[in-house]
């Protein structure tokens, strides 16, 4: 086993005003591994994850990173210049509304090709060929690298927002609630492909989620979060067969049988 | 230093070149970063000027701001000293500074353009000042004014190649045929004022200053003698200026930049020198274009 | 021979906080070990704790107190309190499991349900699904449902998927939980002789068998979950 974790998350903690967005968290992510974060609407997930990956600066805490050359850099004291670069080479953020992370003007291949013309590619060719790849492998027909994501479906737009991300090759991907405002079934084909692409790519990810199922099928670990503060973390199967607190065993009771 | 107007002078009651000393002073400084940091847009607090934003008044307050009474301006419109927009604010600096005029590109010290760089090449001592209707390459893909600094300042600009990029994709090359990007000096891409991309070569190396106002958008940014200018490609589809199959129908000139002007209603029609006073100059030294020898031999 | 798997002083009971906290007890002080090359099977009836034995083992549920020790590559792990990445591997390398029902993924055919778990181990997808094929058709399982998703299968076809998932590893360690339940008679003896196969390779097998005739086949000894019960150390 791999014996420097990918992310060291410690003691983060924000605060609006008098009021917690999330307080003193702490977990390791290591490489390769999924991570989910479950809890209703307002229990700090989405704020926890802004701030893990710097969209948002935390009250409290540090994020210690391990670069790809092996260093470790603490990610709040790093410039805002390399921070975006990180973000838009090793790392990627999927909105769970494809608007916020497409630009909806510009066609799906140059929304793919985007990060790699940012990260100084310039053979038109090259790129144009690398988008085309990366459509097919998120079951985008070719023929529609043209198309505006205007003209796509909400599922297909999600899946043009995974490659757009994926392009350059991140080691580590932030979700946030990627298949909030899909149908089941395009769910579904999001959460298979998601769940091959970070198989096949070695993926690390933390997805936040309120959706149990997602939490299932994606992840290895995962925590859940109440109120601002995390209750209860561990395997994914153990957190949802065996939940311990009153909360999680509230939510997994609260899991609809079809 | 503000030169003392006398009252027998003829001119308006206004102080020299219209704008006051202080307003100069300021609009001097953002000049003198600009040429300090060429390529980056300098916010400046542009004025309210006696004619509609649209007009040219970032360019006209650049004018007035370096200009003397010993200069001689000229000022072109699509290349052209003789349009509305041209005469209108030749005749505002004849009026406000009473300075000498010129239609004669080798003779100006300040050129006011807009949309044209003369094709005469522009020497040492030379201005060159462009009139800037949207300063900001990046606008049309990135709105937001906070983000597009950011991407300036950390130079972010893969965005620029995503716009080549779709104008690759739709058109099969780079159509784009004006406001054509160029990167300044190794860092600032820059807009180059809604100028053909035909004239982006000249800003290469130029030995005159080129002055670049955006009055709307307040924004003044600069080219100094002697700077790099590299318009932006991908290495498979690189920058290629326009060509044109003809001379210049009047004056028989090649290489330079011509408009196509409509003769009749039965689709006759003519491609002659945008800068006319290249146009004049050739002429005027015997060379003669197809349509002028047919004139000639009419006559 | 080696014990590869040890279960010391086990505790474990559920609180359930919905109905006011009530605390159920599931299994007290479980004590056995399962040696390479045989066959554990856990006895007595139903709702004594047998599954939730394997689910602890597995790391699905938690422990209140106790060990399980895993031998895990050269070194001992303590499934109850070794953290959610130790765990992960100690499943990927080392300890197996085939539940009673296959959790379907939609969109992946059977062959690569089977395939996956070797893929995980770096085989390459194309070795991996040979020896799927090769698991499959020991299985009897028709060859034109190998590239369907078993979503739609039948018990007894997903039944056969998942025990072909579970045994196409070489897992020191493999937790079978009633692998044979839904199967006829045919293939209940297919699925007799692979555990021998597991055996014989020397792989410790721990494993609950409702029908007696496999019982009877495939287990060296019989630990009887009663003697955990709570319910007997309260009477």
């Known amino acids: 086993m791999n014996d420097t974790p990918l992310l060291k998350v410690s003691a983060v903690s924000k605060f609006y005003g008098q009021r917690i967005g999330c307080k003193e968290v702490s977990f390791d992510l290591w490489p390769g591994e999924v991570l989910a974060i ?66 909806m003007t510009v066609s799906a291949g140059a929304n793919v090709g985007e990060r790699l013309m940012a990260v100084g590619d310039r053979h038109y060719g090259n790129i144009r060929a690398t988008a085309s790849d990366w459509l097919s492998r998120v079951e985008i027909g070719v023929d529609r690298i043209d198309d505006a994501p205007r003209a796509f479906s909400g599922g297909m737009r999600q899946r043009l927002q995974i490659a757009r991300n994926l392009v350059t090759g991140p080691r580590l991907v932030f979700m946030d609630e990627p298949t909030g405002g899909l149908d089941v079934s395009v769910q579904a084909r999001l959460l298979d492909l998601v769940r091959g692409l970070v198989n096949d790519l070695g993926l690390s990810a933390i997805i936040v989620t309120h959706d149990l199922a997602v939490a299932r099928l994606l992840s290895h670990r995962m925590m859940v979060m109440k109120d601002g503060y995390v209750i209860e973390q561990g395997l994914t199967d153990r957190v949802l067969d065996d939940p311990r607190e009153p909360y999680t065993q509230l939510l997994v009771s609260s899991i609809l049988q079809v | 230093m503000s030169p003392e107007v006398p009252s027998d002078s003829g001119l308006a009651a206004y102080n020299f070149a219209y704008l006051d000393e202080q307003t100069k002073r300021m609009i001097r400084r953002a000049i003198l970063k600009a040429i300090a940091i060429p390529g980056y847009q300098v916010p400046f607090a542009s004025r309210e000027m006696p004619m509609p934003y649209g007009w040219g008044t970032g360019g006209v307050q650049v004018t007035a701001s370096i200009i003397g009474p010993d200069d001689i301006l000229k000022v072109i419109d699509q290349g052209a000293d003789d349009t509305t927009n041209a005469v209108s604010i030749r005749a505002f600096f004849q009026k406000v500074a009473n300075v000498a005029v010129t239609t004669h590109t080798g003779d100006a010290t300040i050129i006011q353009t807009r949309h044209r760089i003369p094709e005469q090449t522009l020497s040492e001592g030379q201005v060159l000042v462009y009139q800037v209707p949207i300063p900001e390459p990046l606008r049309f893909l990135e709105p937001r004014e906070t983000e597009t600094r950011k991407m300036h300042a950390l130079e972010e600009y893969g965005l620029m190649h995503v716009k080549l990029y779709e104008d690759i994709a739709y058109n099969g090359r780079i159509s784009k045929t004006y406001a054509y990007p160029v990167k300044v000096a190794g860092r600032y891409v820059m807009d180059p004022s809604p100028t053909p991309k035909f004239d982006n070569p000249k800003m290469h190396m130029s030995e005159a200053l080129q002055l670049f106002g955006a009055g709307r958008e307040k924004r003044i940014y600069a080219i100094p003698p002697h700077t790099e200018v590299v318009s932006l490609d991908f290495e498979d589809h690189p920058f290629e200026i326009q060509r044109f199959d003809k001379p210049c129908a009047m004056c028989g000139a090649e290489n330079v930049y011509l408009d196509e002007v409509i003769l009749d209603d039965k689709g006759g029609r003519m491609f002659v020198c945008s800068d006319t006073d290249h146009c004049e100059d050739r002429r005027e030294q015997g060379h003669v274009g197809e349509l002028l020898a047919i004139q000639e031999a009419a006559e | 021979m080696a014990t ?54 597995y790391g699905n549920y938690a422990v209140d107190a106790g060990q399980i020790l895993v031998a895990h590559q050269d070194r001992i792990v303590d499934i109850a309190s070794a953290d959610p990445r130790t765990v992960l591997d100690v499943r990927r390398r080392t300890l197996g499991y085939v539940s009673q029902f296959l959790r379907t993924v939609p969109r992946v055919s059977a062959l690569d349900v089977v395939a996956e778990p070797l893929v995980a ?20 399982l028709p060859k034109e449902l190998w590239g369907l998703p078993p979503a739609t299968f039948s018990g007894g076809e997903q039944q056969r998927v998942n025990i072909a998932r579970g045994f196409i590893t070489d897992h020191t360690i493999l937790l079978l939980d009633e692998p044979t339940a839904s199967l006829d008679a045919r293939n209940r003896r297919v699925v007799v002789e692979m555990i021998a196969e597991k055996k014989r390779k020397g792989v410790a097998l721990l494993g609950i068998f409702h029908d007696e005739e496999v019982r009877e086949a495939v287990a060296n000894r019989i630990v009887d979950v009663s003697q955990f019960s709570p319910r007997k150390a309260a009477a």
């Open chain 3, 121 to 140: 181990r770096g085989v390459s997808a194309l070795e991996a699904r040979d020896t799927a094929a090769s698991l499959l058709s020991q299985l009897n």
């Open chain 1, 38 to 103: 479950v809890g209703e609407s307002g229990s700090g997930k989405t704020t926890l994850l802004n701030c893990i990956s710097t969209r948002l600066m935390p009250t409290a805490g540090s994020v210690e990173y391990t670069m790809r050359d092996g260093t470790v850099r603490d990610l709040y004291h790093m410039s805002e210049a390399e921070r975006r670069f990180l973000m838009r080479t090793d790392w990627g953020f999927v909105h769970q509304n494809p608007a916020d992370g497409l630009r």
């Open chain 3, 4 to 57: 590869p798997l040890i279960v010391s002083e086990v505790f474990k009971s559920f609180i359930m906080h919905l109905r006011d906290g009530i605390e159920l007890p599931v299994v007290n002080d479980v004590n056995f070990s399962v040696a390479s090359g045989e066959c554990v099977v856990l006895g007595g009836p139903s709702g004594i704790g047998k599954s939730s034995i394997l689910k602890m083992l």
